[in-house]
């Protein structure tokens, strides 16, 4: 397992070594950015609180189950991560289209919603290391071996939602569309026979499958091209940003990550 001091330790040993001159003694971890007491490691360890954005409405990731607890993947993650830097975690439960202006004002120190890592964000904001891998798949019934390849879609009648990103892909490779008002209904139609295929994002599948059980169906063909999605901060917040990273890893290596994952998946989605 990573070895790593929790944040507030780590933060506050930084601090007091600003107070002296020449302290010889100050940890080899106290990173630049942990010395600024305004800094997100440096709020947190005053706070004993880290601060965090996520919708409560997305499952599996982030919602409520029936006793009202506030609950998912990210949730579960989250709330590791912050036990291993000893430090409790506050929710502020946020509609998607207000998250970032939320963690831009400081209303939270970062996000956990499955936020896909892309280029114009990376131009704005930090990110932790990855915790989510997905992808977009194919899914048939059990019996059908004739996906081999996006090629081999070609003709095939698939259930997409029309203006979905998965609907667009499944044109590009030639299957004939038949409009759906989400996943539950197409894999109904595959179900019933009136389509043969469905293209929609792995964890989505894996989450409908682990919920409903595979009735007789399979991701038959997995993208090459995967989307990661990470915490996401405000830039400038290297110190919080690699303890938080050290945590990830030690969940990696204990095999926390994986019994999570499995928990809402069925599979292991912390890695590609």
């Known amino acids: 397992m990573t070895k ?3 944040l507030a330790v780590l933060t506050s040993l930084v601090l007091s070594a600003c107070g002296g001159q020449g302290n010889s003694a100050a940890p080899a971890a ?13 709020r947190i360890a005053a706070k004993g609180t880290v601060t965090v954005g996520t ?8 919602f409520r189950d029936a006793s009202g ?5 990210d949730v579960d993650v ?3 991560v912050g036990k291993r830097l000893g430090v409790k975690v506050e929710y502020k439960e946020t509609q998607w289209d207000a998250m970032f202006a939320g963690l831009n004002s400081g209303r939270f120190d ?3 919603n499955q936020v896909g890592i892309n280029d114009e964000r990376k131009g704005k904001y930090d ?19 004739s996906v081999t390849s996006f090629d081999s879609i070609k003709g095939k009648k698939t259930a997409q939602s029309l203006t979905s990103n998965y609907g667009k892909m499944a044109e590009k490779y030639g299957a004939e569309i038949t409009g ?7 894999i109904e139609l595959i179900k019933q026979k009136r389509v043969d295929i469905t293209l929609n994002d792995e964890l989505a599948v894996l989450d409908f499958l682990k919920q409903q059980g595979d009735s007789g169906l399979k991701i038959a063909l997995r993208a090459d091209d995967v989307e990661t999605m990470a915490f996401v901060f405000n830039k400038g917040n290297e110190a919080a940003i690699a303890e938080i990273d050290k945590a990830l890893e030690s969940m990696h290596q204990d095999g926390t990550f994986k019994q999570i994952s499995e928990k809402y998946f069925g599979k292991d989605v912390s890695v590609k």
Do not use: H, K
């Open 4 to 6: 790593f001091l929790p």
């Open 30 to 42: 106290s990173a630049p950015a942990a010395n600024d007491a305004n800094s997100l490691a440096a």
């Open 55 to 62: 919708e409560g409405t997305y499952a599996p990731f982030s």
């Open 69 to 73: 607890q506030l609950t998912g993947y």
């Open 78 to 80: 989250m709330n590791e």
């Open 110 to 112: 970062l996000v956990a």
């Open 127 to 145: 990110f932790s290391a990855p915790y989510t891998y997905s992808r977009a798949v194919v899914v048939t019934r059990a019996d059908d071996a």
């Open 180 to 186: 759906v008002e989400g996943l539950a209904q197409a």
